[in-house]
Every structure is written in structure tokens, then in C-alpha cells.
């Protein structure tokens, strides 16, 4: 679907010997996330994760810090280190709680930066350096903060994402703001949206968030004029099909060059205010719909002729 890492949760040694045949199979990077016990990350090291996310402070003390730091060195894999506001030790809890309301978000994000370097402190105590951080609240403007402020003080790389963001909509939303702004301040190196429910829905939404940002071509991005008294066809519906073809279409193996596919209502936004995609579909009178290529009329077609002759063309821009 257009990811380019994933992550799985090793919670036992099962699934610690799983990800040997997962990141054998796998044709992107695939770290593994741990918690409390260090021989699930020595044994994934060993199954061929790409990375390991360790909260240093619950993996076992420094003994096991430095065990997993020496096989990460061995294997040249990072490790990423992450503040959670819902899991920041007992002293930073305790600071939060106390504080008055008006300076929590502030205090966070305070605490989420001591932490994290905290952490990563203790990994360079071992003389380990290859780390990536996240500073991650449900909070979108305490998480922006810590990002921020961290950034002023660390070159490390830096993972965004706002954690248990919430359902598809709401949690795309908050996803989109919090790490939409850090992405055009300059900050991030790799993102992470969290949802409850399928993760396709976070990789749809990242991708459609680093679009937005600028900083990935959409393949293909799509585009569509809101529903106004111009409009002469189900729009929605349209554009939902429209979607659900590409997904069939990349479900399928199928690999877009950068394009644009515009689904317009009418004729003043088909072929006029979106005349600069490579392929669109806009609403016209009598039940009837335009096919336009870069702003040039193809011909006027029923609806379903017209979204055969759409899918056919988008076909021609894989790659």
C-alpha cells in the first residue's frame, strides 16, 4: 500500500521466532517492538529485525541495555527510543500531576524530552549512538512541543506520531495536524499514524499526510470538488469507486507513477479548475459525464462508460 517500514509486536518468544520467516519475506524493513524482556530483543537481532524499539528503562536495567546495545553495534541495526506520555516514569508522572492545569501540556512536554534523553544517554553509556527517537502524547500540542523542543537540542533522527490518536476519522485528524506541522517546520524522519482498527488505514493516511506536506508524490494523488448545487453526478459514490479500484489495483501488485486523478461534479470544475490532471472524470448535463486528459475534453460518456474508459487509462500510468 506504499509503506516503506513496518513494525510487529514481539510480546513472546513465538513471535520472536516468527519474525525470522516475516523479515525473510518481508520486502521492507521490519523492526521489532519490545518491552520488559531483553532476550526477546537479542533473539529478534539475531531473526533479522531491521531495527528494535526498546523503552531502555523497562527492558531490565543496564546490564541488558548494554546486551542489546552490543548486538545492535554487531548487527548495524538502530535502535529507537520512545517517551510515551501515558508510560513516563514515576518522577515525571509525579511532576505532571502536581503542576497547575494551565502548564501541564507544557510540563509534558518537558518531561517527554527528559526522558527520551534520558534514554539515550544510556545507550551511549555503552557506547551506542545509532538511536532514532519518538516523544509521542495523545495530546496533539504537548507532543508537537516536546518534538520541537528536542529537535533545538538533539540531532538524533526523529519518529512522529501522535499515539492512541483515536478512531479513523478523529485519529486521522489529529495524526494530520500534529505531524503535518512538525513535517513543515522541518522535523521528522520517519511516521508512524496511530489508529484503532485496520492498520492499511494508517499507512493510507501517513501517505496522504506526506502528500499534503509536500514531501511525496502522490501515486496517484487524487483530487475532488466538494458537493455544491453545480454538481450533476453522485459525486461520493463516484469517488469511492474510484478509490476502491486503485486499492484493487495496488492490492494487486499494481505500482503508479506520480499522477493526478481528478473526480469533479461539474464541468466549470472538470476539465476548467482541474485542467492540470493527467486524467479526470467531472459530472455534465443529461445524466451524462466528461472524460478529460490535462485539461482536454476526451469525449462524453454514461456513467459506467466513462468509468470503464477512467480505470483503463489509470491503468496505463503504472509503472
Same mark, same amino acid.
Not at 464541468?267 to 448535463?285: L, Q, Y
Given at each position: 500500500?506504499?509503506?516503506?517500514?513496518?513494525?510487529?509486536?514481539?510480546?513472546?518468544?513465538?513471535?520472536?521466532?516468527?519474525?525470522?520467516?516475516?523479515?525473510?519475506?518481508?520486502?521492507?524493513?521490519?523492526?521489532?517492538?519490545?518491552?520488559?524482556?531483553?532476550?526477546?530483543? #537479542? !533473539?529478534?537481532?539475531?531473526? +533479522?529485525?531491521?531495527?528494535?524499539?526498546?523503552?531502555? @528503562? &523497562?527492558?531490565?536495567? %543496564?546490564?541488558?541495555?548494554?546486551?542489546?546495545?552490543?548486538?545492535?553495534?554487531?548487527?548495524?541495526?538502530?535502535?529507537?527510543?520512545?517517551?510515551?506520555?501515558?508510560?513516563?516514569?514515576?518522577?515525571?508522572?509525579?511532576?505532571?500531576?502536581?503542576?497547575?492545569?494551565?502548564?501541564?501540556?507544557?510540563?509534558?512536554?518537558?518531561?517527554?524530552?527528559?526522558?527520551?534523553?534520558?534514554?539515550?544517554?544510556?545507550?551511549?553509556?555503552?557506547?551506542?549512538?545509532?538511536?532514532?527517537?519518538?516523544?509521542?502524547?495523545?495530546?496533539?500540542?504537548?507532543?508537537?512541543?516536546?518534538?520541537?523542543?528536542?529537535?533545538?537540542?538533539?540531532?538524533?533522527?526523529?519518529?512522529?506520531?501522535?499515539?492512541?490518536?483515536?478512531?479513523?476519522?478523529?485519529?486521522?485528524?489529529?495524526?494530520?495536524?500534529?505531524?503535518?506541522? #512538525? !513535517?513543515?517546520?522541518?522535523? +521528522?524522519?520517519?511516521?508512524?499514524?496511530?489508529?484503532? @482498527? &485496520?492498520?492499511?488505514? %494508517?499507512?493510507?493516511?501517513?501517505?496522504?499526510?506526506?502528500?499534503?506536506?509536500?514531501?511525496?508524490?502522490?501515486?496517484?494523488?487524487?483530487?475532488?470538488?466538494?458537493?455544491?448545487?453545480?454538481?450533476?453526478?453522485?459525486?461520493?459514490?463516484?469517488?469511492?469507486?474510484?478509490?476502491?479500484?486503485?486499492?484493487?489495483?495496488?492490492?494487486?501488485?499494481?505500482?503508479?507513477?506520480?499522477?493526478?486523478?481528478?473526480?469533479?461534479?461539474?464541468?466549470?470544475?472538470?476539465?476548467?479548475?482541474?485542467?492540470?490532471?493527467?486524467?479526470?472524470?467531472?459530472?455534465?448535463?443529461?445524466?451524462?459525464?466528461?472524460?478529460?486528459?490535462?485539461?482536454?475534453?476526451?469525449?462524453?460518456?454514461?456513467?459506467?462508460?466513462?468509468?470503464?474508459?477512467?480505470?483503463?487509462?489509470?491503468?496505463?500510468?503504472?509503472?
Amino acid at each position: 500500500m506504499g509503506c516503506q517500514i513496518v513494525r510487529v509486536a514481539i510480546p513472546d518468544f513465538s513471535a520472536a521466532e516468527a519474525l525470522s520467516v516475516i523479515s525473510g519475506k518481508s520486502p521492507i524493513p521490519v523492526v521489532a517492538d519490545i518491552h520488559f524482556d531483553h532476550r526477546l530483543a #537479542l !533473539l529478534c537481532v539475531k531473526n +533479522g529485525a531491521a531495527g528494535i524499539r526498546i523503552n531502555p @528503562g &523497562n527492558i531490565g536495567g %543496564e546490564k541488558a541495555v548494554a546486551k542489546i546495545a552490543k548486538a545492535c553495534a554487531e548487527a548495524g541495526i538502530p535502535i529507537r527510543v520512545g517517551s510515551n506520555s501515558g508510560s513516563l516514569p514515576a518522577k515525571f508522572a509525579k511532576r505532571i500531576k502536581s503542576c497547575p492545569e494551565g502548564k501541564k501540556r507544557q510540563v509534558l512536554a518537558e518531561a517527554l524530552v527528559e526522558s527520551a534523553i534520558e534514554q539515550c544517554l544510556m545507550l551511549e553509556r555503552h557506547g551506542f549512538k545509532d538511536i532514532k527517537v519518538s516523544l509521542k502524547a495523545s495530546d496533539v500540542p504537548s507532543t508537537v512541543l516536546a518534538y520541537r523542543e528536542f529537535s533545538k537540542r538533539y540531532d538524533y533522527p526523529l519518529h512522529l506520531g501522535i499515539t492512541e490518536a483515536g478512531g479513523k476519522f478523529r485519529g486521522a485528524v489529529k495524526s494530520s495536524v500534529g505531524i503535518g506541522s #512538525l !513535517l513543515l517546520d522541518g522535523i +521528522g524522519d520517519t511516521v508512524r499514524v496511530s489508529l484503532t @482498527g &485496520n492498520p492499511v488505514e %494508517e499507512v493510507h493516511t501517513a501517505i496522504m499526510i506526506l502528500e499534503a506536506a509536500g514531501l511525496r508524490q502522490g501515486c496517484p494523488e487524487i483530487v475532488s470538488c466538494p458537493t455544491c448545487g453545480r454538481t450533476e453526478v453522485k459525486l461520493e459514490r463516484l469517488l469511492s469507486k474510484v478509490e476502491k479500484e486503485i486499492e484493487k489495483i495496488k492490492i494487486a501488485g499494481g505500482i503508479f507513477n506520480p499522477a493526478k486523478i481528478a473526480i469533479m461534479g461539474c464541468s466549470v470544475n472538470g476539465p476548467g479548475e482541474a485542467k492540470d490532471a493527467d486524467i479526470g472524470i467531472s459530472g455534465a448535463k443529461n445524466g451524462r459525464m466528461i472524460l478529460f486528459r490535462k485539461g482536454n475534453i476526451v469525449g462524453s460518456y454514461n456513467e459506467s462508460e466513462a468509468f470503464a474508459k477512467l480505470v483503463s487509462v489509470m491503468k496505463s500510468l503504472l509503472k
